[in-house]
């Protein structure tokens, strides 16, 4: 059985060390990154360095991408060097990066229709989660594809759960946040109150 190939688009905090722990797993990783020192840090762990985004695709059976915001996903997904443009029909797209919903509905839908299959697994952690392989992922999709890149996202995350549809990954990712910001700012003020008395 011939080894799976994971296209990671987006070296940084994140996709650095998720590419380290899929090449750890037994994946062959061809990573790409805009600044080229993250490429040689995947290669220096085992992974494959490309020059593009077109080249880092071209010949991968899965495409997992870790990049800042909305408009990144969106170039690095549309864009004449990007992912619709030339990844094979029938390969796997894993958005991990934090979008808006509608975002991550457009961009599957512009995927599905080039003959790629998407999913939008925004993921929960931090670096460390990423450097150790646990961070807990919310995923937006198909049930049959959830299904076969569930051994691509074991071996970046501990709690994966489909929550539903395309959008529904990066909607609970909101939700979290949401809960996180809000508890942050509850300590805050148990702080002032505790220091005022």
């Not at 994946?27 to 600044?35: C, E, H, L, T």
């Not at 894993?94 to 961009?107: E, G, K, L, Q």
Request: hydrophobic share 45%.
């Amino acid at each position: 059985m011939s080894t799976t190939t994971v296209a990671v688009i987006g070296l940084g905090i994140m996709g650095g060390p998720m590419a380290a722990n899929l090449v750890r797993s037994g994946f062959d990783v061809v990573g790409y990154n805009r600044s080229p020192a993250k490429v040689e840090t995947l290669v220096s762990a085992g992974g494959r360095g490309a020059s593009s985004i077109a080249e880092a695709v071209a010949e991968a059976d899965v495409i997992l991408t870790m990049v800042p915001d909305s408009p990144d996903v969106e170039e690095v997904a549309l864009g004449e060097d990007g992912i619709i443009a030339h990844a094979r029909a029938g390969s796997l797209w894993i958005d991990a990066s934090t979008i808006r919903p509608d975002v991550a509905v457009t961009v599957a839908q512009a995927a599905k229709a080039k003959g790629i299959r998407c999913l939008d697994a925004p993921v929960s952690g931090g670096e460390q989660g990423a450097v150790e392989g646990t961070p807990s992922i919310m995923v937006g999709g198909e049930q049959s594809v959830f299904d076969e890149a569930l051994p691509v996202l074991e071996a970046v995350g501990k709690t994966i759960v489909l929550v539903g549809p395309s959008g529904s990954g990066q909607t609970v990712k909101a939700a979290n946040q949401l809960i996180v910001a809000g508890t942050i700012e509850l300590v805050a003020e148990a702080l002032t109150f505790l220091q005022a008395y």
